[in-house]
C-alpha cells in the first residue's frame, strides 16, 4: 500500500497535522522527535490542547548525546531518558500546601515552580519582568528561532494548569518571599553578561540588548565578540542589515552545537556576507576600529568596525545568595545562578533540585 506520510517534526501546530488527516491530504500523521519533546503529544493534540504540548525546539540536542554514547535526554523535556526516576508518577507529593518561593521566571524556575506545585507545595513565582521566559524571550529574537517563543507559551499555560501563583512585575525580594510566607527559596534570577574591563568597553553593546530590541543597527559594520551560540545568533540576526564579523579567541565556534545545526547557521552566515574570524581576541575598542590580538602570534591588529558587540556569555549572578541564606533555611541554586550554561543544563537542573526538595 502506497501511504503519503507527514513528518509533524516540521510542522509548527498540530491543528495542521489533524487538518491534513480530516482533509485526506495523508492517511498517516509520523511524529518523531515531537514525542521525546513530550511523550503525550498525540493525546494532547487529540484534545486540542496544543499549547500545552512541549514542542521540539529543533536543537539537536537528544542527536548530541546520542552520538556522544549517552542516554537519550531532551532540552525541553528533563525527564526524557529517566522516566524510570524522575517521571510524574514518581513524584513524592509531601507538599501539603506549604509555600515555596521561586525567584526568576526564566526555563529553570518555571520548570521549579511548576514540579514544585505537582508535588502538592503552593508555588509562588516571582518575575521582575511582565512576562515569563527569562533570556529566552531574547533567544527567540534571531532567525529560526520562533519555536523558543512557543516554549514560553507552553510553560506559561502549564503554569496555569498546576495552579503555581505567578507574580509578574514582582521582584523576588526576601521580603516579598517572607510576606507570601516561603518555607524554602529556589533562586534561578541567571546570569550577568560578561563585559571586559578592556580600553573603550564603555563603547560596547551587549547582545541582549540587541535582541531585546533596546539597541537597532542598520548599515554598520559590527565586530561581534564571542563565537558561541549567541554570539553566532546575534550575528545572523544583525548580518541581514549589517556587515558583521564574528570574533572568536578560540580556533573553532558554535563548539555546543550539533554539527548540522552548525553548519546552516554558518551557511546563512556566509549568504549574508558574515566573516568569522576566529584565533583572534578583543584588546581594545576605539573610534571606529577595535584591537584584536592574534591568539598564535600575540601580534595586534586593527579592524574597523563602527559597533562592537559582546556575546562573551554570563556570570552567576549571585547578589541575593547571602541575604536569602540569611534569612531563609533552605535556599537552592538554579541555572545560571548555579552554573552558566544553556536551556538543557537550566532544565535539568531545576526539574531534580524541584523533585527532591
Same mark, same amino acid.
Given at each position: 500500500?502506497n501511504?503519503?506520510?507527514?513528518?509533524?517534526?516540521?510542522?509548527?501546530?498540530?491543528?495542521?497535522?489533524?487538518?491534513?488527516?480530516?482533509?485526506?491530504?495523508?492517511?498517516?500523521?509520523? $511524529?518523531?522527535?515531537?514525542q521525546?519533546?513530550d511523550a503525550?503529544w498525540?493525546?494532547k493534540?487529540?484534545r486540542?490542547?496544543?499549547?500545552?504540548i512541549?514542542?521540539?525546539i529543533?536543537?539537536?540536542?537528544?542527536?548530541? $548525546?546520542?552520538?556522544?554514547?549517552?542516554?537519550?535526554?531532551c532540552?525541553?523535556?528533563p =525527564?526524557l531518558?529517566?522516566e524510570?526516576?524522575?517521571? /510524574?508518577?514518581k513524584?513524592?507529593?509531601?507538599?501539603?500546601?506549604?509555600t515555596v518561593a521561586?525567584?526568576?521566571?526564566?526555563? !529553570?524556575?518555571?520548570?521549579?515552580?511548576?514540579?514544585?506545585?505537582?508535588?502538592?507545595?503552593?508555588a509562588v513565582?516571582?518575575?521582575?519582568?511582565?512576562?515569563?521566559?527569562? =533570556?529566552?524571550k531574547?533567544g527567540?529574537?534571531?532567525?529560526?528561532?520562533?519555536?523558543?517563543?512557543?516554549?514560553? /507559551?507552553?510553560?506559561?499555560?502549564?503554569?496555569?494548569?498546576?495552579?503555581?501563583?505567578?507574580r509578574?512585575?514582582?521582584?523576588?525580594?526576601?521580603?516579598?518571599?517572607?510576606?507570601?510566607?516561603?518555607?524554602?527559596?529556589?533562586?534561578?534570577?541567571g546570569g550577568?553578561?560578561?563585559?571586559?574591563?578592556?580600553?573603550?568597553?564603555?563603547?560596547?553593546?551587549?547582545?541582549?540588548?540587541?535582541?531585546?530590541?533596546?539597541v537597532?543597527?542598520?548599515?554598520?559594520?559590527i565586530?561581534?565578540?564571542?563565537?558561541?551560540? =549567541?554570539?553566532?545568533e546575534t550575528?545572523?540576526?544583525?548580518?541581514?542589515?549589517n556587515?558583521?564579523?564574528?570574533v572568536?579567541?578560540?580556533?573553532? %565556534?558554535?563548539?555546543?552545537?550539533?554539527?548540522?545545526?552548525?553548519?546552516?547557521?554558518? /551557511?546563512?552566515?556566509?549568504?549574508n556576507? !558574515?566573516?568569522?574570524?576566529?584565533?583572534?581576541?578583543?584588546?581594545a575598542?576605539?573610534?571606529?576600529?577595535v584591537?584584536?590580538?592574534?591568539?598564535?602570534?600575540a601580534?595586534?591588529?586593527?579592524?574597523?568596525?563602527?559597533?562592537?558587540?559582546?556575546?562573551?556569555?554570563?556570570?552567576?549572578?549571585?547578589a541575593? %545568595?547571602?541575604?536569602?541564606?540569611?534569612?531563609?533555611?533552605? %535556599?537552592?541554586?538554579?541555572g545560571? =545562578?548555579e552554573?552558566?550554561?544553556?536551556?538543557v543544563?537550566?532544565?535539568h537542573?531545576?526539574?531534580?533540585?524541584a523533585?527532591?526538595f
Open positions: 500500500v501511504i503519503p506520510v507527514i513528518a509533524v517534526n516540521t510542522i509548527k501546530h498540530p491543528a495542521f497535522a489533524e487538518q491534513l488527516l480530516e482533509e485526506g491530504v495523508s492517511d498517516y500523521v509520523g $511524529v518523531a522527535r515531537g521525546l519533546a503525550e498525540a493525546n493534540a487529540k486540542g490542547d496544543d499549547v500545552l512541549r514542542k521540539c529543533g536543537c539537536m540536542n537528544c542527536f548530541l $548525546v546520542a552520538n556522544q554514547g549517552r542516554p537519550v535526554e532540552t525541553v523535556n =525527564t531518558g529517566r524510570l526516576t524522575y517521571d /510524574d508518577d513524584l513524592v507529593k509531601d507538599g501539603a500546601g506549604r521561586v525567584v526568576g521566571a526564566g526555563p !529553570a524556575g518555571v520548570q521549579a515552580a511548576l514540579v514544585l506545585a505537582k508535588r502538592g507545595f503552593h513565582l516571582f518575575e521582575k519582568s511582565d512576562r515569563v521566559g527569562g =533570556t529566552v531574547f527567540s529574537t534571531p532567525p529560526h528561532k520562533e519555536l523558543l517563543g512557543e516554549l514560553i /507559551d507552553t510553560q506559561e499555560a502549564e503554569l496555569k494548569q498546576y495552579g503555581v501563583d505567578v509578574l512585575n514582582t521582584a523576588g525580594t526576601v521580603e516579598e518571599c517572607k510576606k507570601a510566607g516561603a518555607c524554602g527559596v529556589f533562586l534561578a534570577v550577568n553578561p560578561i563585559a571586559p574591563p578592556i580600553p573603550g568597553h564603555e563603547k560596547a553593546v551587549l547582545a541582549e540588548q540587541i535582541l531585546a530590541g533596546e537597532k543597527l542598520t548599515g554598520k559594520t565586530a561581534v565578540i564571542g563565537g558561541g551560540v =549567541t554570539g553566532l550575528a545572523e540576526y544583525l548580518s541581514a542589515d556587515k558583521v564579523t564574528v572568536e579567541m578560540q580556533n573553532a %565556534v558554535g563548539t555546543t552545537l550539533y554539527p548540522s545545526v552548525l553548519h546552516f547557521l554558518k /551557511d546563512r552566515l556566509d549568504k556576507g !558574515a566573516e568569522i574570524l576566529t584565533g583572534h581576541a578583543i584588546k575598542i576605539g573610534e571606529g576600529e584591537t584584536l590580538s592574534v591568539t598564535a602570534t601580534m595586534d591588529v586593527t579592524r574597523k568596525a563602527d559597533v562592537v558587540v559582546f556575546a562573551l556569555g554570563v556570570r552567576p549572578n549571585r541575593l %545568595v547571602d541575604e536569602m541564606e540569611a534569612a531563609f533555611d533552605r %535556599v537552592v541554586l538554579l545560571d =545562578t552554573k552558566p550554561g544553556n536551556i543544563n537550566a532544565m537542573s531545576a526539574n531534580d533540585k523533585f527532591v
